[in-house]
């Protein structure tokens, strides 16, 4: 607003505003009256002045005060006889019309100061306003861009989720079993589960059909009580495809409960694993066919002492098949003694035999088959096997296995070949050691319903500094090791659901120590 235009001045204070009013009639009446100007004979008009900016700076009451001063200085001093209040009928008439002027023109004056004040407002609203819409605009503008830019990130978001699940062969979906509907299948879901991206969303039942039909009531168990319960599930089953190519599914629900509460949405992934169930598949075959590799070396290292093994009980035969033949070939055969030499002969044979059966496991090539096996059994059937080993060392082979001691259910040839990696781990760490050498296998039941078993020797220990690398694959301290007994014995034991470490014993030697559960199912 203009300062510098008095009309636009805003109104002053009321006690100005009256002053004003006092003065303005006061300067009018001074003017008219001043000799020099000869305005005596027309003060009309400035009386009416007066009033009028009494009316426009102050309004109807100090307008109102120069009306009346203004009549009045032109009662006492214009109106004949002059300098007299005294009544003056015959000029009524001048004094009504200066009257009815004064009013009419100070009530312009408040109208107009009033439009103008309302012009005034209404501009400053105005500005304010559109301001106000600029400022909207600009936000709306800003905001506008901030979508474009949210929608063009989301744009590329959804792009290269499409191009991840694409590569990951995971899609995404949301379903509501209760209803058999499905909401929602990304483009990778309906690739995975063999369906055309550019048909229409299928149905529920028509998805259900494509799994494999031994698969079926497992899924529609697991979804069924995933419902009942509002919890998330997991699970494998096998697609068919169009084409009857099978894949391996890996599947994720979680529930998101309805606005409403009146249905349960189930919204997850699906993974097509069939790859790398096949790379698994692999990875065991290469596994089993390196343990039997590893099995094989150990007992070409072990052919000496195996060979002394088997030779004494076919010595022992030979001998006692002689002895047998002198109590049959005297004058008076002997039948008893004869019949006591030929028992012996079939025990040294079936001894001969199992030594030779064992051996034959060992470097037989079969499907992993899993039972009930006890492990001290196992125990004293490697001992069996490779106390020839010990004793060419000078080493004394001993057990502590606890009685009675649960079953695990596992594979005994791989228990075989991890209780003779870790046995002639020890008898390799006790050929040059002075003093006692000794080889003890002990087994105990521990904590959590498992089977603790343990191979101690008094060997040279671990390697300083590196105890914790002896189950890694390659790592080895013998000149002529591979560095695969133990990663391999490591592999066996935790697909067993076990555990395998080691430890230093005082105040020489280590301990390996290896748990398993007792009758329970192993991992896969």
């Not at 100070?106 to 012009?119: C, D, I, P, Y």
Request: proline content about 5%; some cysteine; hydrophobic content about 40%.
């Amino acid at each position: 607003m203009p300062t510098s235009n008095p009309l636009l001045w805003p109104k002053p204070p009321a006690i100005w505003s009256y002053g004003i009013a006092v003065l303005s009639v006061a300067a009018a009446l001074i003017i008219s009256r001043w000799p020099a100007l000869h305005l005596g004979d027309a003060p009309v008009s400035l009386f009416l002045c007066a009033v009028i900016l009494s009316a426009w700076f102050g309004g109807t009451g100090p307008g109102s005060l120069a009306t009346a001063l203004s009549a009045l200085a032109f009662y006492y001093y214009f109106l004949p006889p002059t300098h007299s209040l005294a009544a003056k009928p015959e000029e009524i008439p001048r004094l009504l019309i200066f009257l009815v002027s004064a009013v009419f023109v100070g009530s312009l004056s408040v109208a107009q100061r009033r439009a103008t004040e309302s012009l005034r407002s209404a501009r400053d609203d105005l500005k304010v306003t559109v301001r106000e819409l600029q400022n909207t605009n600009e936000a709306l503008q800003a905001e506008s861009r901030e979508r474009k830019s949210a929608e063009e990130s989301l744009r590329r978001s959804e792009g290269y989720l499409a191009e991840a699940q694409r590569l990951s062969h995971t899609g995404s979906w949301a379903s509501i079993p209760a209803r058999g509907e499905i909401k929602y299948f990304s483009e990778e879901c309906y690739r995975v589960l063999g369906f055309d991206p550019h048909d229409e969303q299928p149905r529920y039942e028509t998805f259900f059909q494509r799994i494999h039909l031994d698969d079926q009531p497992k899924v529609r168990e697991a979804v069924e009580k995933a419902g009942r319960e509002n919890t998330e599930f997991e699970l494998d089953y096998r697609i068919v495809h169009p084409g009857g190519e099978i894949r391996e599914i890996h599947v994720i629900g979680h529930p998101v409960p309805s606005p409403t509460g009146d249905f349960v949405e189930f919204v997850g992934t699906v993974i097509d694993i069939t790859e790398r169930k096949r790379a698994e598949e692999s990875v065991r075959q290469a596994q089993s066919d390196l343990a039997r590799v590893n099995r094989v070396t150990t007992m070409g290292e072990l052919t000496a002492s195996l060979a002394h093994e088997v030779n004494q009980p076919i010595a022992a035969a030979v001998t006692n098949a002689k002895t047998c033949l002198r109590w049959l070939t005297r004058e008076h055969p002997d039948v008893e003694e004869a019949r006591a030499a030929a028992m012996r002969i079939v025990n040294d044979g079936t001894r001969a035999a199992e030594i030779i059966k064992r051996v034959r496991l060992l470097f037989k090539k079969e499907t992993s088959e899993r039972e009930l096996v006890g492990i001290d059994e196992v125990a004293e059937e490697m001992v069996v096997l490779l106390r020839g080993e010990a004793m060419r060392y000078s080493i004394s082979l001993k057990t502590e296995l606890e009685a009675n001691t649960p079953r695990v259910m596992a594979d005994r040839v791989q228990l075989q070949q991890v209780l003779m990696n870790l046995m002639i781990n020890g008898i390799d760490a006790m050929k040059d050691v002075v003093g006692t050498r000794e080889l003890t296998i002990k087994s105990q039941r521990a904590e959590n319903d498992q089977i603790l078993v343990s191979v101690n020797d008094t060997g040279v220990g671990l390697p300083a500094q590196q105890a914790s690398q002896v189950f890694e694959a390659f790592f080895t301290t013998k000149p002529h090791g591979t560095g695969m007994g133990l990663a391999i014995s490591r592999s066996i034991v935790e697909s067993h659901g076990g555990r395998l470490w080691a430890a230093n014993n005082s105040p020489r030697g280590a301990s390996f120590y290896f748990v398993l559960p007792a009758n329970a199912e192993a991992k896969d």
